[in-house]
Nanobody, 116 residues
Framework: QVRLVESGGGLVQAGGSLRLSCTAS????????LSWYRQGPGKERELVAS????????NYLDSVKGRFTIFRDNGKNTMFLEMKTLQPEDTAVYYC?????????WGQGTQVTVSS
């Protein structure tokens, strides 16, 4: 069964750091665009960061630029989101997504809570 599993969420104080991981099973990451989304309390889901399938190009939500870094390890079928200088407004459920022309897969989400 195809699965994406996120991990690494938790409770952190403002200014702290977390690293989220997303690991795939039953399919290989290469060839897929990989993204992190988040959905805060009472908010719509938003795209946080993406990394391309071929050249590794990245793009970020303006509010996380300079603080978050997305990167992938195709050999380990894992994607990461390094988050630094976290703020209370970063509190959300974070989801990973892998998509190609033919398929879209979502993880189940991992909670990130930033206390002030």
């Amino acid at each position: 069964q195809v699965r994406l599993v996120e991990s690494g969420g938790g409770l952190v104080q403002a200014g702290g750091s977390l690293r989220l991981s997303c690991t795939a099973s039953e399919f290989t990451f290469s060839g897929y665009v990989l993204s992190w989304y988040r959905q805060g309390p009472g908010k719509e889901r938003e795209l946080v960061a993406s990394v391309g399938s071929t050249n590794g190009s990245t793009n970020y939500l303006d509010s996380v630029k300079g603080r978050f870094t997305i990167f992938r390890d195709n050999g380990k079928n894992t994607m990461f989101l390094e988050m630094k200088t976290l703020q209370p407004e970063d509190t959300a459920v974070y989801y990973c997504k892998a998509w190609s022309v033919d398929n879209v897969f979502w993880g189940q989400g991992t909670q990130v809570t930033v206390s002030s």
